[in-house]
């Protein structure tokens, strides 16, 4: 029998209307949408008439599509200890999401070849309680693993323009420009679809090193002046420069912190010579958090490219709007160790130059944007938060003929949540592998009440977890088709 989930405050997502509805949705036994019903009536009629396995009223609460996030480091087989996928799913099922895309690089041995993939797959089922999709890696050398990768399923290929933090810079190095340009003519040949999705961490070397001041390791100050705007405006210039030679193919700058950034890609994809295959996204703490709030020692701040000054804000606030230069907000979630993140005691403890670089953000994205946003007086809507978190996820990452909506044969995917409700960020909060966050001890507007899964209540607060039933999605390039793997 088919099961009926009732909300006075829906919000569907399928481009019919941006206002929210009171209604039901009905699911069938394969977690499919099967009726949206519009109305209260429509409802009535419904249960006066059909008999229904199971009906969940969430009443006052807000239930819309799932949210996807393409942007998240899950650091299994390997480096369990950082965050493997029970731990991360568990989180993203707690912060609403229903879908999220692991990148290659901080796993080991990272994707970077059809056999590192298929250790991710079988690594993950089983353990998963949303459901998860892959990144490539391309790195110097794997350009005969890079139209396998795409052909096997991942979603697109990522790579880095600046050497990754140890201990993954040597699994995952950098390209250079040269390397790029030579694995893109290799992909036409090999791989003549040119929806293939290139993603590109945009951080380029400085001409000359920046010295820092060793007698102040722990001070914020000392890290920030070692990674200025420079290395993500040069970075980004790049990635114009290649996205006008390939236009057929998608280019995407993922987590970018700067905003200066932001009128390169605008005059990219409308000034002379326009390209529209240019895209970007930004991150929930660089639209949150500011260089100024960071206090000594706080290493779980630290992150590339860094949390800029609070100035910097108000141009990647701007580039939100539809039709903004930014497309979508994604975690870039990279917990560690403390002792990674140089969050332990001894000597080392506190040092910025030497911590880890990721944010422990993926539970707290939704919260942490929609409180930022009030807090700014922002006109960000329920609809933006649909859009930049779940909408355009799906597109860039080909889902979309599946999720990203409440409508007729979409995956019943659905973030239940409180707008208006608050919570107090604490550890015990947490579902992480690590805890450290920097928003411990923040007040947060946005609690997450329930998501679910294809029907299935993956998260339910106050009453936990059900079973790891997220499955594995593998995309078919060319007909962006999504297969599922049963986990």
């Given at each position: ?62 239930l819309m599509p799932g949210l996807i996030d393409p942007n998240v480091h899950i650091n299994e087989p390997g480096r369990k200890d950082w965050e493997g996928f029970a731990a991360a799913t568990k989180a993203a099922a707690a912060g ?274 929609w409180t930022a946003a009030n807090q700014r007086g922002s006109a960000l809507t329920i609809a933006d938060v649909h859009r930049l978190m779940c909408q355009e996820p799906a597109n860039l990452c080909g889902l979309s003929a599946s ?53 299935l209540h993956v998260y339910q607060q106050f009453e936990g977890f059900g079973q790891p039933l997220g499955k594995v999605v593998l995309r078919r390039s060319g007909r962006k088709l999504v297969k599922f793997v049963s986990a």
């Amino acid at each position: 029998m088919d099961l009926l989930f009732l909300s006075r405050r829906i919000f569907l997502g399928d481009g019919s209307q941006n206002s929210l509805i009171h209604g039901g949705i009905i699911v069938d036994t394969e977690g499919i949408i099967r009726k949206v019903l519009r109305s209260p009536q429509e409802v009535n009629t419904y249960l006066y008439n059909t008999e229904s396995e199971s009906v969940y009223d969430f009443g006052d609460l807000v239930l819309m599509p799932g949210l996807i996030d393409p942007n998240v480091h899950i650091n299994e087989p390997g480096r369990k200890d950082w965050e493997g996928f029970a731990a991360a799913t568990k989180a993203a099922a707690a912060g609403g999401f229903t879908t999220i895309i692991d990148r290659p690089t901080n796993a080991a041995p990272p994707t970077v070849s059809v056999a590192g993939l298929k250790a991710k797959t079988s690594t993950a089922r089983g353990k998963i309680y949303v459901d998860v999709g892959f990144w490539g890696g391309l790195i110097p050398g794997n350009g005969d693993q890079l139209a396998p990768l795409l052909n096997a399923g991942v979603i697109g290929l990522q790579c880095t323009l600046y050497g990754s933090a140890p201990p993954v810079a040597q699994e995952f190095p950098a390209v250079n420009e040269a390397q790029l340009e030579e694995a893109l003519v290799r992909l036409e040949k090999d791989h003549d679809e040119g929806e293939a999705l290139i993603a590109v961490h945009a951080e380029l070397p400085l001409p000359t090193e920046i010295p820092f001041d060793e007698e102040a390791p722990r001070a914020y100050g000392t890290f920030l002046a070692t990674r200025p705007h420079e290395m993500e405006t040069s970075a980004t210039q790049l990635l114009c420069r290649v996205a006008r030679r390939h236009p057929r193919r998608c280019i995407h700058i993922l987590n970018a912190s700067s905003g200066r950034c932001v009128p390169l890609v605008e005059e990219c994809r409308r000034g002379e010579g326009a390209t529209g295959n240019l895209s970007m996204d930004t991150c929930p703490h660089y639209l949150s958090l500011a260089s100024e709030e960071v206090p000594e020692c706080g290493t779980e701040f630290k992150t590339w490219p860094p949390i800029r000054e609070r100035s910097n804000q108000d141009a990647l606030w701007a580039a939100l709007k539809v039709g903004g230069a930014i497309r979508l907000i994604g975690s870039d979630h990279s917990p560690a160790t403390p002792g990674a993140r140089a969050l332990t005691c001894g000597r080392g403890r506190g040092n910025f130059m030497k911590a880890w670089p990721g944010i422990n953000s993926l539970q707290l994205s939704l919260p942490a944007i929609w409180t930022a946003a009030n807090q700014r007086g922002s006109a960000l809507t329920i609809a933006d938060v649909h859009r930049l978190m779940c909408q355009e996820p799906a597109n860039l990452c080909g889902l979309s003929a599946s999720k990203g909506r409440i409508a007729e044969g979409f995956d019943a995917d659905f973030c239940v949540w409180s707008p208006e409700e608050e919570f107090t960020v604490g550890p015990e909060l947490l579902f992480t592998a690590t805890k450290a966050t920097p928003y411990t001890g923040r007040r947060l507007r946005g609690v997450v009440h329930a998501t679910v899964v294809r029907g299935l209540h993956v998260y339910q607060q106050f009453e936990g977890f059900g079973q790891p039933l997220g499955k594995v999605v593998l995309r078919r390039s060319g007909r962006k088709l999504v297969k599922f793997v049963s986990a």
